[in-house]
Nanobody, 123 residues
């Protein structure tokens, strides 16, 4: 069982930066691939970024590639999402997820989810 708690979401101006954190409980954090997804109002939840257990493999959605960076600190049981050059279209609730099946863009492959943190980008 893994419990995930996201933090760091807030209102930010377009062009600004923000770092989201996701703290995980449990001793097996390093066994899990981690992902970030987001859901804008009235839209489906979509993939943002994922990282494998060691941090050596990462994948990004095309819309965030080059602007967002996912990383993890297994000693702190935490995964991060550094978001730069934010745009109004990045406004969404951001969710952290954990899965045992390796880094993947597939939402269904993640077993555990956090409650989300709101990111609002003003233009």
């Amino acid at each position: 069982q893994v419990q995930l708690v996201e933090s760091g979401g807030r209102l930010v101006q377009a062009g600004g930066s923000l770092r989201l954190s996701c703290a995980a409980s449990g001793r097996t954090f390093s066994s899990y691939a981690m992902g970030w997804f987001r859901q804008a109002s009235g839209k489906e939840r979509e993939f943002v970024a994922t990282i494998n257990w060691s941090g050596g493999i990462t994948y990004y959605a095309g819309s965030v590639k080059g602007r967002f960076t996912i990383s993890r600190d297994n000693a702190k049981n935490t995964v991060y999402l550094q978001m730069n050059s934010l745009k109004a279209e990045d406004t969404a609730v951001y969710y952290c997820a954990a899965g045992i099946n390796g880094a993947t863009m597939e939402r269904g492959s993640f077993d555990y989810w956090g409650q989300g943190t709101q990111v609002t980008v003003s233009s």
